[in-house]
């Protein structure tokens, strides 16, 4: 078949290619535009972007799990910064006692059983005797900054425990929770946690070591059921499985900042051990040999040198004018994580004025009762400490009285000293008075709860009239000033101005 002499003729021209301004921008090259230039790939970019692979987390998680585990551990070990920021973080979280239980229900009678009850199991709720609740939660939280990243124990029965609740925990590191050899091939194990289809836990392979005296081999796994088991973690993703500890994140930073430390000193020394170089410019100046490259000049003395010869004192360049900025930029790092500010960070408030030392206070502060509601739970929430108040209660059903229909428990936390008591105060006393704080929440607000703070008062009046002192007022019934506004904004504006200038002082000097 012939085809039509026109399109013969069209064959037969050659392609012009197009000028490349001509071109549209999607056809220049291998590349595309793109809505995000971040997901663009070039030369400059790809090496840092290398190791994103869209993975789930579990299976990054799986390879880099006991790499990550221990360099938390020894940084936690051998960084007094990471040491401190979690110590902090532990007591500010769990505080000298812990949290206290407040029961609400109908019967009054069985609220101050409960109390009772969880006090008593409280005091020693491990399996070591010698680790007080208290203990226990700040061990958790060291846990979820340099351990496994998660809170790991199972529920035992001590059988030789006096009290009514014979229920203990026995706390477990997280390599104990493993995935056995002959589980390997089963799609619904994951890391050591057997899951059901819908991504309910089912059983968790825990490791049975087997003890050469210090060291230990993990031989075999016996299969704990989860209602067993605690294994609490914050998540990051909606089918992850382990948790991530929180100081994770923060290695690299950490790392090279003790790098760059090492290395700052190392050329201060070096520059304070070249101190004072003797040389000579001059050409016709004769040659000394002095019988090595270096010699020793006696402290507190006068010294001559050959005709011709000059004593340099070198200037170490280290550290640097912006050492100081730049330590503090990065240690800031460590504590982002939680939202510690870096003031807590380094236990160091100079260069802050009250405004900036309450503002980052109140969003530390709000981060601290994220995670103290995730641990306790509330009333519409599960949570660790709810659901061993349940255990509790239900073992010691028989000593307690019959069980409301409703019952709900509140925590109350300790809570951080405030930056400004006074103002603080004064803002209290405004909500109380407009109705809009109630006591209640005035009183969980300091760290206590109002039973507490009212038999205390009951009981301080009792002492005084036995001694023949007049009682003290009702709470809320001392004599009042007027509030003056006026002189409170003027006051802080001035401590303000204060504090900013010698802020920039400082910032001045260290720069």
């Not at 929770?177 to 057997?194: E, K, R, S």
């Not at 005709?307 to 070198?314: D, F, I, K, M, Q």
């Not at 300790?414 to 005035?442: C, Q, W, Y």
């Not at 205390?456 to 004599?479: C, F, M, S």
Request: glycine share 6%; net charge negative.
């Amino acid at each position: 078949m012939r085809l039509p002499r026109m399109i013969r003729r069209l064959f037969r021209r050659p392609v012009r290619a197009q000028p490349p301004e001509r071109l549209d921008k999607e056809q220049r090259g291998p590349h595309t535009v793109r809505r995000w230039e971040a997901a663009e790939s070039n030369r400059l970019n790809q090496a840092h972007w290398q190791n994103a692979r869209g993975n789930s987390i579990n299976v990054d998680w799986a390879a880099d799990m006991e790499r990550i585990w221990a360099r938390c551990a020894y940084e936690a070990a051998n960084n007094p910064f990471v040491e401190g920021v979690i110590a902090t973080h532990q007591t500010d979280l769990v505080g000298a006692v812990g949290p206290q239980l407040q029961v609400h229900s109908d019967s009054s009678e069985y609220n101050t059983a409960l109390e009772g009850a969880w006090r008593e199991w409280y005091k020693a709720p491990t399996t070591n005797p010698k680790i007080s609740g208290t203990a226990m939660l700040k061990l958790w939280i060291r846990d979820l900054w340099a351990g496994g990243g998660e809170i790991l124990g199972q529920k035992v029965t001590k059988q030789t425990a006096a009290e009514p609740v014979k229920m203990r925990i026995r706390m477990l590191p997280s390599r104990r929770l493993g995935t056995p050899a002959d589980q390997v091939g089963d799609p619904n194990v994951v890391l050591g946690i057997h899951f059901t289809d819908d991504g309910e836990p089912l059983r968790y392979w825990i490791s049975k070591p087997e003890r050469f005296g210090l060291y230990e081999l993990s031989i075999t796994y016996e299969p704990v059921p989860a209602e067993d088991m605690i294994h609490e973690f914050l998540l990051q993703e909606e089918d992850q499985a382990r948790g991530v500890p929180w100081l994770a994140c923060s290695l690299e930073p950490i790392g090279e900042l003790r790098d760059y430390d090492a290395q700052v000193l190392d050329a201060a020394r070096a520059a304070a051990d070249w101190a004072v170089v003797i040389g000579t410019k001059h050409p016709d100046a004769p040659f000394v040999n002095i019988g090595s490259e270096s010699t020793t000049i006696e402290r507190r003395t006068i010294s001559s040198l050959p005709p011709g010869y000059e004593a340099t004192s070198l200037t170490p360049p280290q550290p640097a004018t912006q050492y100081v900025n730049y330590r503090r930029e990065r240690q800031a790092e460590i504590g982002r994580p939680v939202s510690m500010p870096l003031m807590m960070v380094r236990l160091d408030s100079s260069g802050h004025n009250y405004s900036s030392a309450r503002f980052d206070g109140q969003v530390y502060y709000r981060a601290l009762r994220g995670i103290q509601h995730w641990l306790s739970g509330g009333p519409q929430n599960r949570g660790v400490l709810n659901d061993l108040v349940d255990e509790v209660a239900r073992e010691a059903r028989f000593a307690l009285p019959a069980r409301p229909e409703n019952v709900r428990y509140e925590w109350t936390w300790p809570v951080p000293p405030h930056v400004d008591p006074a103002k603080e105060g004064m803002g209290e006393r405004i909500g109380l008075e407009n109705g809009t704080l109630s006591f209640a929440d005035a009183c969980m607000a300091r760290g206590t709860d109002e039973d507490t703070l009212i038999a205390k008062h009951l009981r301080t009046n009792e002492k005084r009239v036995a001694a023949d002192l007049p009682p003290l007022p009702p709470i809320g019934a001392y004599p009042k000033k007027p509030l003056d506004f006026n002189s409170v904004y003027s006051t802080e504006d001035e401590e303000e101005t204060e504090n900013q200038t010698k802020s920039e002082r400082s910032w001045a000097n260290a720069s």
